[in-house]
Structure formats: structure tokens, C-alpha cells
């Protein structure tokens, strides 16, 4: 059975840069619980032993994670049944076309750049919060 409580997936291996999303997503309101996956490993784990009951809403991921990159993460969610429809946002500081091509390619239901002002995360954030948490119908 799924949860109805909304939870975002927040995978950053960054501290500073896990904290500025968390910071932001709180000054914008955003209602939902914000599990925080330091790499892609454990990520991976946290959703295979949620699988069955309490999957989150929608996950952000980083690209540049240490161990298994953002780019296999996602593809390992798409080729798993119970996670393939998983709604996966890319956050990330890159603006290489080549990565953003490779993440929709593999399956990514968004791509957003990381702002560099504050201001501009916490706008991103509500506007996020707003189509994934409020708008959006998931089918899992």
C-alpha cells in the first residue's frame, strides 16, 4: 500500500548544497517530508525497501554522486517495475547539453539547473512543490 503523506527524495552528496535545498524548500513552504540520500547506493536501497509501501512522490537527483553516478541511478529506477513510473526530477549544476540529453534518454521526468542565488532556489523550489507535490497525478 502507498502512502498518501507527499515525500520527497532528495539525493545530494553535497552537504552544502543538500542544506540549500532544504533550506529553500522550507522557505518556500513546500508541504512534504524530505528523506535526504547522500549517494546513489544508498538511495538505491532506501527505494528497493520501500518499494512495497512508502515510496516517495518524486525524487531530485544529483548527476555527480560518488559511486553509482546520478545518470545510473536513474537508469536502474527505470528498469525496476515497482519504481519505473517513479516521477525523477535531475538538480543539478550542469548545463552540458550531453547531460541533460542522457537524462531524458534514460527516462528523467524533468531537468532543472541548480540557481546560484538563494532567492532563485527558493522561487525553483515552490514552483517544484507546486506542479510535483500539488498538481501532478502519479500512477504508483
Not at 524548500?25 to 528497493?48: I, K, N, Q, W
Request: with cysteine; hydrophobic share 45%.
Amino acid at each position: 500500500m502507498v502512502n498518501s503523506a507527499k515525500k520527497i527524495l532528495l539525493v545530494e552528496d553535497n552537504p552544502d548544497h543538500a542544506a540549500l535545498a532544504l533550506r529553500a524548500l522550507r522557505r518556500a513552504e513546500v508541504d512534504g517530508e524530505v528523506v535526504v540520500m547522500v549517494d546513489g547506493e544508498h538511495a538505491l536501497s532506501f527505494l528497493d525497501a520501500q518499494a512495497e509501501r512508502d515510496l516517495p512522490t518524486v525524487i531530485l537527483l544529483d548527476l555527480n554522486l560518488p559511486g553509482i553516478s546520478g545518470h545510473d541511478v536513474l537508469r536502474r529506477i527505470r528498469q525496476t517495475s515497482q519504481l519505473k513510473t517513479l516521477p525523477v526530477v535531475i538538480l543539478s549544476t550542469s548545463d552540458e547539453e550531453q547531460d541533460k540529453t542522457l537524462s531524458y534518454q534514460l527516462g528523467a521526468n524533468s531537468y532543472m539547473l541548480k540557481p546560484v542565488e538563494f532567492d532563485d532556489f527558493v522561487c525553483l523550489a515552490s514552483c517544484f512543490s507546486q506542479y510535483w507535490l500539488k498538481f501532478n497525478q502519479a500512477c504508483h
